[in-house]
């Protein structure tokens, strides 16, 4: 355990979704929540990563919300600056455009589109050299931890990116553990089970920089609000990163609470 008060994060990853109509329902219902019982950012920092073609757009309507909301880009290119990339959107141009934070090596990323743990490690460096924060994402398949590797497979996916941040760039990422088995599942780890491993994931980063013992770890997989509580009280996850239940106002909306009064 940190031992240190860790502001709890709690992000909505809205993958390939909404369609228009209902993104916009959904912004004004979570507006409207946060108008009748305001979340403070020191209580819960909420962000939300709508597609990239929804960003500015996302982030312009909650820029009167009773809560900051803050804007997150769900994936970057491995390529830096600007230039013939057909289809690509880099670290600089979301900074350019006031998008200040980004996802990285989430495991439908690795998985459907091959993100290996170099591309990974490249849009890592990127991001930082465009001065973006990173909400990056660890987690292990079924298959691994039931051979017994979960942890092994997870502080490697640490040190993978270990190699491209500077000792200063460490205050720059927050993680976000996310079993893959439990990801989209309805299957959440136990907590205790999910305390386990951020307490490895906590003592694996404190080893690599000092930044280690009040950097933000996060959990994703099946977050609810049914299990957002029993996982906001174990001492070692400071957030949650929301798939399908994000797609909720009210969903959302208890998750970031459960967060902000239970820290
Ligand atoms: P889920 O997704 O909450 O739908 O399981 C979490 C994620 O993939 O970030």
């Known amino acids: 355990m940190s031992g240190l008060t860790i502001t709890p994060w709690v992000v909505g990853n809205w993958k390939m979704n909404p369609m228009q109509a209902n993104a ?60 013939a990339y057909t289809g690509e959107v880099s670290a600089e141009l979301l ?12 495991s439908e990323r690795r998985e459907i589109f091959g993100d290996s743990a170099k591309v990974v490690a490249d849009k890592v460096k990127n991001a930082l050299a465009a001065g973006l924060h990173i909400i990056y994402c660890v987690g292990e398949s079924l298959a691994q931890r039931e051979s017994g590797q979960a942890e092994q497979v997870v502080l490697e996916q640490i040190c993978d990116i270990s190699t491209v941040v500077n000792a200063d760039q460490w205050t720059h990422i927050t993680i976000a553990y996310e079993p893959i088995w439990a990801i989209g ?41 049914e299990n957002a509580v029993e996982l906001a009280a174990c001492p070692d996850i400071n957030g949650a990163l929301v798939g399908g239940a994000s797609l909720n106002a009210e969903s959302f909306y208890q998750i970031a609470r459960a967060f902000a009064q239970t820290k």
């Open 24 to 83: 916009q329902q959904l912004i004004q219902d979570l507006k409207q929540q946060l108008k009748q019982n305001n979340i403070p950012a020191e209580a819960c920092r909420i962000g939300v990563a709508p597609t990239t073609l929804a960003l500015l757009s996302t982030q312009a309507q909650f820029s009167d919300a009773a809560s900051e909301v803050f804007t997150v880009a769900q994936d970057l290119s491995r390529i830096a600056g600007t230039g």
């Open 185 to 225: 599942t309805g299957k959440t780890a136990s907590p205790e089970d999910a305390q386990n491993m951020h307490a490895k994931i906590r003592e694996g980063l404190s080893q690599i920089t000092p930044a280690g013992s009040t950097m933000a770890i996060l959990y994703g997989g099946s977050v609810k609000p």
């Open 95 to 106: 900074k350019d455009s006031g998008i200040e934070y980004v996802l990285i090596g989430h």
